[in-house]
């Protein structure tokens, strides 16, 4: 897992900087996600199952919303649009985040498609960072 990790940074960072237009559209996330695996940025190197039930759902023009079940309820911590910034990257424009300061505007997504219903993301929010596999809940 850490290496398809490495390659993905390695592939977004090539990409970053090119002019090339990005091929992936918001079609591609559509639909119900479900956080599966996750690592912080204190252990990169260990995935373990979530501590909560995180969910995202998108639509397929681009809009957001992270919500995770928690004191049996739901509750939506963030929403937004997310803009295709590379075949690997995206941003995301936050309307909402609970879990951060209102100033917080944008949060930087890494993406690698690992088959048409399981993606690993790398994010980073401010000083936070993590690691999270999401499956498409079917």
């Known amino acids: 897992m850490i290496h398809v990790f490495l390659t993905v940074v390695c592939l977004s960072a090539c990409m970053w900087g090119s002019a090339q237009k990005a091929k992936v559209k918001p079609e591609i996330f559509?639909?119900?996600?479900?956080?599966?695996?996750?690592?912080?940025?204190?252990?990169?190197?260990?995935?373990?199952?979530p501590r909560t039930n995180d969910f995202k759902i998108y639509d397929g023009v681009g809009n957001f919303r992270h919500i995770i079940y928690v004191n049996n309820k739901y509750v939506e911590l963030s929403k937004g649009t997310i803009e295709i910034t590379s075949d690997s990257t995206y941003t995301e424009k936050l309307e909402k985040h609970l879990a951060v300061p209102a100033s917080v505007k944008e949060g930087r997504i890494v993406f690698r498609f690992l088959d048409t219903d399981t993606f690993l993301m790398k994010w980073s929010l401010n000083n936070l960072s993590g690691q999270e596999v999401y499956k498409r809940v079917k």
């Open 30 to 49: 559509e639909g119900i996600w479900q956080v599966t695996m996750q690592s912080t940025a204190n252990a990169p190197e260990k995935f373990s199952p």
